[in-house]
């Protein structure tokens, strides 16, 4: 690799990355904040007919360790398209929205199995 090589792919690594892949990215993210949130809909909504319901409540209230990881992807969420529309850069608000997602689809996971 000579000189222009190299400065070639800093430019382009300065630039970010290609714009499908931000929107796959926020697609991604999106729909996986929505998922948690229905996720937490019904378990919840199971919960209430089912007394016996098992839950992994972490606190004191399972309701509030039910709901945490759902409100934070929404807030996060939220954040990353205000840093969007004002010029910011997003990123580490989608990936902590994919993070709280994810503690939802392990636990929920984990629920599951113990259930079964």
Do not use: Y
């Not at 990215?25 to 229905?38: D, S, Y």
């Not at 919840?44 to 004191?60: E, F, K, R």
């Not at 807030?75 to 580490?92: H, I, K, Y």
């Amino acid at each position: 690799m000579d000189g222009c090589e190299v400065c070639d792919l800093r430019q382009r690594g300065e630039k970010g990355s290609p714009a499908w892949l931000t929107w796959r990215v926020w697609l991604l993210v999106t729909a996986g904040v929505c998922w948690c949130i229905h996720a937490t809909w019904h378990e919840a909504a199971q919960s209430a007919l089912d007394n016996n319901a098992l839950a992994l409540g972490l606190g004191a209230e399972p309701a509030v360790s039910r709901w945490l990881p759902a409100a934070a992807a929404l807030a996060s969420l939220a954040v990353a398209v205000g840093q969007a529309l004002t010029g910011g850069e997003p990123l580490r608000f989608l990936v902590t929205a994919g993070a709280s997602v994810g503690t939802k689809a392990f636990a929920f996971g984990i629920e599951a199995l113990l259930r079964a």
